[in-house]
């Protein structure tokens, strides 16, 4: 009888709900630590360290195709302001258009930029572009000389790209780039080419 006893109580036991732990912080972190810790870093990383950038438009083909995706570093320019090289491929944010801009620094603080036979000129010597698909078509009546503390930007598709040739402000500050990009994705069916590249920069394929 007794044995009978132990057993149902064992049964009845064993038939109640176990009682759940509560949940602390302690308990908490120590379940999803992997997750957060994850979470951090990622957001660490894109908020801080680098950058992805959608091309819409052609204006910088055919090096950067229409529609693409680009990697950049934005760190030396969220701790700083370095004065990017001649020949660079940055993204930075316009003013005047409200939007992201991906663009070729053709112009450094100082410089005077001029345009002659489809040829750029930079204080009056020619601009050896060996990264333009095209050679001769750069056309601008104007001139411009660069102030202190900003840059002259043009894209490589010189017939196609709405750049600071026809902007009311030509100049950008160097304080408004965002990025200089390093990578370059290009997967789609209908694009100039495909496949990932890295970005040449300083005027280097």
Known sequence: MNNEGKRVERQESA??????????????WKEWREVILILAAVFVVFKFILQIAWVP???????LPTKSVLVGLQLPYIVADP?????????FWSDELGKVLVKRVIGLPGDTITFADGYVYVN??????????????????????????????????????????????????????????????????????????????????
């Open 124 to 205: 009056g010597e020619k601009l050896e572009e060996e990264y333009l698909p095209v050679k001769g078509v750069t056309e601008c009546d104007e001139s411009f000389t660069v102030p202190e503390g900003c840059f002259f930007p043009m894209g490589d598709n010189r017939t196609g790209s709405n750049d600071a040739r026809s902007w009311a402000n030509p100049y950008v500050k160097v304080s408004a780039i965002l990025a200089k990009p390093f990578l370059v994705i290009s997967v789609g069916s209908d694009q100039s080419w495909q496949g990932i590249r890295l970005v040449g920069q300083g005027g280097r394929s």
């Open 15 to 28: 038939a109640q709900p176990q009682k759940k732990e509560k949940m602390t912080l302690k308990r908490f």
């Open 57 to 63: 438009s052609g204006s910088m083909e055919t090096t």
């Open 83 to 91: 004065v990017p090289q001649r020949g660079d491929i940055v993204t």
